[in-house]
């Protein structure tokens, strides 16, 4: 049998993203961002993004068509995110994949959004031929997955008790004045700053936090402290050394995902880390896991920038290889999941 052809659709967020995949290699990828349209309001209104991919599906699909040379009716199967995401945000991208698998009767997979972020490294890096770790970080998620097979075995090993890592960033960027998104703004400020120069927590690092929630995070607290640290400069007459805040809360954030990760593939003898989600992007991030990775022996595999934030290569990549599997497609009657657990790659 040959690579299967797989037509790829993304809508859980702000992002509206088609991705066009054959087997491993990727023919389209092409994106609309609502993100602009958030920035006033300083965080993602579901509602407005809902509103946007109802916009942008049809102009989207149609760029990934002329991109890849090909049309609907030549694709083997549609994979559309049915879940973990906003409600209405996903149900503008599963009609409009129920609408096309039945009009060209094509099967229909609703896929999880998180397995998808760890089965696009395979359209660059090749696929897993062994069991891998997966650090997921964006401004919605924030889990340590092991997985064994991308396809039927994934397992949450932990995940954020409070907020997500992008989420924080965004939060302290406000506090620091910096535009929206966070995560890009403090990034850059923090490159002319001292990421030791304040001493922020490493939450659930320590004692009996640690055992507790060996494979979780929490970020909460370090919020809470770089909020502490702004009012109590300003209460003193002291302007706030914004680089250096923002390096610091960096620092802290990128220490404690890195350090977790790589314990999690010492201590279930996994050679491989796969990093994933925007906040893969991060400077301080890459440095973190990349050194302490090398001095641990284990290989660490990222996606290029623009895969690893959301978009419809991911689910296409994903869709592909549960086509080549020959995993039972989804029904008609596919409901979104807000909440679906990672666990479901396939949502029946």
């Not at 809508?11 to 609309?32: F, K």
């Not at 031929?129 to 924030?142: D, F, I, K, N, R």
């Not at 680089?243 to 010492?266: G, H, T």
Request: glycine residues 10%; charged residues 25%; proline residues 5%.
């Amino acid at each position: 049998m040959s690579e299967p052809l797989v037509l790829g659709i993304e809508s859980s967020c702000d992002e509206t993203g088609v991705g066009i995949v054959r087997g491993t290699t990727l023919l389209a990828h092409a994106v609309a961002s609502s993100v602009e349209e958030h920035v006033r309001f300083g965080g993602v209104v579901p509602e407005v993004a809902s509103r946007a991919h109802l916009e942008a599906m049809v102009p989207t699909l149609e760029q990934a068509y002329e991109q890849a040379g090909v049309d609907v009716r030549d694709v083997d199967a549609i994979a559309v995110t049915s879940g973990p995401g906003l409600t209405g945000a996903l149900l503008v991208g599963v009609a409009a994949a129920k609408a096309l698998a039945l009009a060209h009767d094509k099967p229909l997979y609703g896929v999880n959004h998180l397995a998808a972020h760890v089965a696009v490294d395979q359209l660059e890096h090749g696929r897993y031929t062994e069991p891998s770790v997966a650090l997921l970080v964006s401004g919605g998620h924030t889990e340590l997955l092991l997985v064994n097979d991308i396809a039927t075995d994934i397992t949450l090993l932990g995940g954020t008790i409070d907020d997500a890592a992008g989420e924080a960033f965004d939060k302290v960027a406000r506090l620091l004045g910096l535009p929206y998104p966070g995560g890009p703004e403090i990034d850059k400020v923090a490159r002319d700053g001292d990421p030791k120069a304040i001493d922020f927590p490493r939450g659930l690092t320590t004692g009996r936090d640690l055992e507790r929630y060996r494979w979780d995070f929490s970020f909460s607290g370090l919020k809470s402290a770089v909020a502490r640290h702004v009012q109590h400069e300003e209460r003193m007459g002291r302007e706030v050394a914004v680089a250096d805040v923002a390096a610091s809360f960096q620092d802290s954030v990128c220490d404690v995902l890195s350090r977790k990760a790589i314990k999690a593939c010492l201590e279930h003898d996994v050679p491989r880390l796969i990093l994933g989600g925007g906040v893969a992007a991060n400077g301080r991030l890459r440095h973190y896991v990349l050194e302490r990775a090398e001095k641990a022996g284990v290989e660490v595999r990222i996606p290029k920038p623009s895969l690893c934030t959301d978009n419809g290569a991911m689910v296409a990549a994903l869709g592909a290889e549960v086509v080549r599997r020959g995993i039972a497609p989804s029904s008609l009657d596919l409901a979104v999941d807000s909440s679906l657990p990672v666990t479901r790659i396939v949502a029946a």
